[in-house]
């Protein structure tokens, strides 16, 4: 699965840079920085995590289909998870869930420079892993996929704001939240109703 989502992501990451420096007449492509502040959310479990305040880095095109209103896909590489709160004075657990994200987004200008948009997210899980020192290296403990009760893929709605500056450079605020649940349905949680969210703010550029 690793290796299918970083060949998709390099593909199209190499696609859309030879597609932009052919032309620069045609859509524009950027990169685009920034941190995640993430949890999970649901009714069948208790409060007991804390978000995980992490990054996201990634790559994005945006296609014009009028003078307002665009179409932007981004291929981003999402450090997404929580924090388990401990009760014995010990450091939190990092519960870190990583995905590739594939957000396809409609994008509407209200004025000059800042755009609302919103559209469905496709995650797909290239990490999961426990971690006992999230402050330091060391501390790691991976889970397997035999071992995993998380789903390799999920979907999310995802919404935000953003102002692109006339040179290029960009501010981006959004949240996405999970639409179903994220573990197996052959697993032990399989009626356990728990999603991701996931706030990220950022920084980028459009070539």
Partial sequence: ???????????????????????????????????????????????????????????LAELPLSD???????????????????????????????YIQVPILAKFYLVKGLSIEAGPQFGFKVNEEIDSNPDSDGGDFDISE??????????????GVSYKFDNGFFLSGRYAYGLSSIFDDDSIFQNIDVKNAVWQVGVGFMF
């Fill in 68 to 98: 307002r209103f665009s179409i932007q896909p981004e291929v981003l590489y999402s450090a997404q998870g929580f924090d388990i709160k401990q009760y014995d004075n010990s450091d939190d657990l990092e519960y870190q869930l990583d």
């Fill in 146 to 159: 035999d071992s995993s009760s998380v789903k390799d893929f999920d979907t999310s709605i995802a919404g």
């Fill in 1 to 59: 699965m690793k290796k299918i989502v970083f060949t998709v992501f390099f593909t199209v990451a190499g696609l859309l840079v030879t597609h932009a420096q052919a032309d620069q007449s045609l859509p524009q492509i950027g990169v685009k920085g920034g941190f995640n502040f993430s949890t999970i959310t649901g009714d069948d479990f208790d409060d007991g995590q804390d978000p995980r305040t992490s990054f996201n880095v990634g790559l």
